[in-house]
């Protein structure tokens, strides 16, 4: 992470600039492998955060997603208008939202695991094994709060 605060902000840009575009492109080719079970990759990845934490709150679903919780609950009205998931008052505290799979949901998403696995195949080709292993440590450190924190240190004001 001392290499980051070392880069030039020049660099540190086209840095975040190539992070972003190769972010849109690897969704791309994903969003065209999902294609055939109606899925786009993010509504996946709610989906399968979804079935990982049983009836999530909206804003801890939000959180496990790295999604402001508006965005988010935006993302959800087509998933809960074709009866993909359940947005349901929280009994335990009514001023929250609690997100459910639906069994068309459930389907869906198993449906879609045998394309997510193709698609994983078809980017460890490309890419290659050892380099895509390598992409998705960094990835996972980038998404710490280690990261957050070490990032805010180095940004603040002094």
């Not at 508006?70 to 009514?94: C, F, I, N, Q």
């Not at 997510?116 to 992409?135: H, I, N, P, T, Y």
Request: one cysteine or more; charged letters at 25%.
């Amino acid at each position: 992470m001392a290499q980051c605060v070392d880069l030039s902000s020049q660099a540190l840009r086209c840095s975040c600039t190539a992070l972003r575009k190769a972010s849109r492109r690897v969704s791309q080719l994903y969003d065209t492998v999902l294609a055939p079970c109606g899925l786009k990759i993010t509504q996946r990845a709610i989906l399968s955060q979804i079935r990982r934490s049983g009836s999530p709150s909206v804003g801890s679903l939000a959180e496990a997603l790295v999604m402001d919780p508006g965005a988010l609950a935006h993302t959800l009205k087509p998933l809960a208008r074709d009866g993909l998931v359940s947005v349901e008052v929280d009994p335990a505290d009514r001023r929250n939202r609690v997100v459910k799979l639906t069994s068309a949901g459930r389907s869906r998403l198993a449906e879609s695991d045998r394309l997510w696995e193709q698609a994983q195949r078809g980017f460890d080709a490309a890419f290659g094994r050892v380099k895509s292993k390598a992409l998705q440590q960094a990835l996972r450190s980038l998404i710490s709060a280690e990261f957050v924190t070490d990032f805010q240190k180095a940004t603040a004001s002094r």
